[in-house]
């Protein structure tokens, strides 16, 4: 009894845990909060599955209940045998029939919604003018950090993804080392990326859920790939498409911007004497993929973070220049030590990269 009692208690406290961890979510990465049509189908999916799952759970409970209750021994009928039925045709027509029927209802939507969301022929089409009618991202996952390629806009950025909100997006999806898996929790499931070939998918925002959540939401690395697999965030800027209009406009017109003070001007020598072999400060896509080692820094500082997990300020940029390694286990930035940087150019350097913005405030 006493055995009975303490698994008792242990399973009532991981229920207690289960639902106070499940009102952990954030609407900017919650799955459960679909932010697109490709979410909010995908949803409506899991739900009328997960409505047949539970009606067929409630009928087996009812069934076992009132067996257990209706031949339950006792004195009255301890010798009494129940009808058998073993044999029974009707009864087996009945338990092949209704799963059949069941699995046809749930095959038909799971079917339609999977050719529909699979169909990327609009990638490749293009208007009377030979322009493209969709907008394309092509992106590429590194350890541990995201690139973004926008193949017909001329632009390559990092880390911050910026799409329209009410429209289509199409993506291109390659890795550059190992596989991974690029996932927006609130617009759509996760779809792989791979060294040797290229997945496509698209995905779509809705101006309310991005307004309600601050236009921004979260991306993550869905495939363990490592050390700091969970640390390879990425964030969604999701705006009106005259706003995202203006962007572009600002990232293809982009100039090296001057340093405005004597601190950043010392900041730009530290930069072009230890960085700029690997970070590239343009954003035009012209250098070739396969030379992107490290994360474009044209807008570093119109970022959301840094690296991807931590907050957007100088003292977190000087953490992360010198301890990298701690902070992102695995991944190929090098640690700059007081020898190689001393606290000065850092400090100087910290402040170019602040500097750096295309977008007119």
């Known amino acids: 009894m006493k055995q009975w009692l ?3 208690r ?4 991981f229920a207690i845990l289960a639902l106070v961890l499940s009102g952990c979510g954030k609407p900017y990465l919650s ?3 679909p932010a697109g049509e490709v979410a909010k189908e995908q949803y409506d999916l899991i739900m009328f599955s997960l409505g047949i799952m539970t009606l067929v759970i409630i009928v087996v409970f009812v069934i076992f209940t009132l067996v257990i209750v209706r031949f339950r021994r006792t004195k009255e009928n301890e010798h009494k045998i129940p009808k058998q039925v073993e044999g029974s045709h009707v009864l087996e027509l009945v338990w092949t029939i209704i799963p059949v029927i069941l699995l046809i209802v749930l095959a038909v939507p799971t079917v339609a919604v999977t050719f529909k969301q699979g169909d990327v022929s609009a990638i490749d089409r293009k208007d009377a003018d030979g322009n493209p009618e969709v907008l394309v991202v092509d992106v590429r996952a590194h350890l541990y950090w995201w690139e973004f390629e926008y193949p017909d806009l001329g632009i390559v950025t990092s ?4 799409i329209p909100t009410d429209e289509k997006v199409y993506f291109r999806l390659t890795s550059a080392d190992i596989k991974h898996s690029f996932w927006i929790p609130p617009l759509g499931g996760k779809l792989d990326t791979n060294p040797d070939n290229i997945n496509k998918f698209y995905l779509s925002v809705d101006q309310d859920r991005a307004t309600e959540v601050g236009e921004i939401f979260y991306g993550k690395c869905a495939e363990l790939c490592g050390p700091s697999h969970a640390f390879m965030d990425f964030k969604v800027k999701a705006v009106p498409k005259g706003e995202f209009d203006q962007w572009v406009a600002d990232m293809q017109n982009a100039k090296a911007p001057a340093p405005t003070t004597d601190l950043a001007r010392k900041g730009e020598e530290v930069f072009n004497n230890s960085c700029l072999s690997c970070h590239a400060i343009d954003p035009s896509n ?9 994360p474009n820094l044209a807008n570093f500082g119109d970022r959301e973070r840094i690296a991807g997990i931590l ?20 991944n190929k930035m090098p640690v700059f030590n007081e020898g190689q940087i001393s606290n000065d150019d850092l400090d100087a350097l910290a402040a170019y990269l602040m500097e750096l913005k295309v977008q007119n405030k």
């Open 159 to 162: 880390q911050d993804l910026v």
């Open 6 to 8: 303490q698994k008792g």
């Open 286 to 294: 012209e250098a070739p993929a396969a030379g992107r080692i490290a």
């Open 31 to 33: 799955a459960l909060k």
């Open 311 to 330: 907050d957007h300020n100088e003292d977190e940029l000087k953490r992360w220049i010198r301890e990298s390694d701690t902070i992102k286990p695995g």
């Open 10 to 13: 242990l399973l009532s406290v």
